[in-house]
């Protein structure tokens, strides 16, 4: 059976938690009709890029050239800050750039990039942000959006997240939790959000569609799909 190996290149640190079990289910959707190994391991590219090189870019080329053939799919991520095309423009598409003409053999190269923050994404499925956090409280008392489609159009989607871990949390164990407590540990949640947030959900997103889109284009150029 042939591997999928897949590669990220994140934002931040906390972004690989909810990213990688996401990317990994996508890739399972998406390749559901034939026989490929998804290896579930993401690589973190992060955890090799040399913060010595100024050049966001030239840390994804090296980065990727250290790894090179560990993985099949590289995923860039930026988070959009309100204007994804602009930061896409910036932050991501010179890198998949450079990895394109660095490679003899190509590997599929995929942008991933919210309209404003990963967390938007994070708070897209009440149901599962409820499993997650052990909690029966509405979408309305969590402070979540009640449609999916509008989770991109929330101006501040982390503070978001950390209100509803927070509040979640104090009904639990019947206590306020503080700011800092809930800020310092909503990312623990971040990665069984990833595993359980309904893709369907998700595509009420145009991000997340642009991103299935790219990477279908991507594995069709690698042949895995035809």
Same mark, same amino acid.
């Given at each position: 059976?042939?591997? #999928?190996?897949?590669?990220?290149?994140?934002?931040?640190?906390?972004?690989?938690?909810?990213?990688?079990? %996401? #990317?990994?289910?996508?890739?399972?959707?998406? @390749?559901?009709?034939?026989? !490929?190994?998804?290896?579930? *391991?993401?690589?973190?590219?992060?955890?090799? =890029?040399?913060?010595?090189?100024?050049?966001?870019?030239?840390?994804?080329?090296?980065?990727?050239?250290?790894?090179?053939?560990?993985?099949?799919?590289?995923?860039?991520? =930026?988070?959009?800050?309100?204007?994804?095309?602009?930061?896409?423009?910036?932050?991501?598409?010179?890198?998949?750039?450079?990895? =394109?003409?660095?490679?003899?053999?190509?590997?599929? &190269?995929?942008?991933?990039?919210?309209?404003?923050?990963?967390? $938007?994404? $994070? !708070?897209?499925?009440?149901?599962?942000?409820?499993?997650?956090?052990?909690?029966? &409280?509405?979408?309305? +008392?969590?402070?979540?959006?009640?449609?999916?489609? &509008?989770? /991109?159009?929330?101006?501040?989607?982390?503070? @978001? %997240?950390? *209100?509803?871990?927070?509040?979640?949390?104090?009904?639990?164990?019947?206590?306020?939790?503080?700011?800092?407590?809930?800020?310092?540990?909503?990312?623990?949640?971040?990665?069984? !959000?990833? +595993?359980?947030?309904?893709?369907? @959900?998700?595509?009420?997103? =145009? $991000?997340?569609?642009? &991103?299935?889109? /790219?990477?279908?284009?991507?594995?069709? +150029?690698?042949?895995?799909?035809?």
């Amino acid at each position: 059976m042939r591997p #999928l190996r897949l590669a990220l290149f994140p934002e931040g640190s906390t972004d690989v938690s909810f990213f990688s079990p %996401l #990317l990994v289910r996508v890739c399972e959707h998406l @390749c559901r009709t034939v026989q !490929i190994d998804i290896v579930p *391991q993401v690589i973190d590219l992060s955890d090799i =890029a040399r913060p010595d090189l100024l050049r966001r870019a030239d840390q994804i080329q090296d980065a990727a050239s250290q790894a090179s053939g560990a993985f099949d799919i590289l995923f860039v991520h =930026a988070d959009g800050a309100g204007d994804p095309a602009r930061m896409r423009a910036e932050q991501v598409d010179p890198g998949l750039r450079q990895v =394109a003409d660095a490679f003899t053999t190509r590997p599929g &190269l995929v942008g991933l990039v919210p309209v404003r923050e990963m967390e $938007a994404w $994070a !708070i897209v499925d009440g149901d599962a942000l409820r499993d997650v956090l052990g909690t029966t &409280l509405s979408d309305a +008392e969590l402070g979540i959006p009640h449609k999916p489609a &509008l989770a /991109e159009s929330v101006t501040d989607p982390k503070r @978001c %997240l950390v *209100q509803a871990v927070s509040v979640a949390i104090s009904g639990r164990r019947g206590r306020r939790t503080r700011k800092g407590d809930a800020g310092k540990r909503y990312s623990r949640y971040l990665r069984g !959000i990833g +595993e359980r947030v309904g893709l369907d @959900c998700l595509r009420d997103l =145009a $991000a997340f569609r642009s &991103l299935e889109e /790219e990477l279908a284009s991507a594995l069709k +150029e690698l042949r895995y799909l035809r």
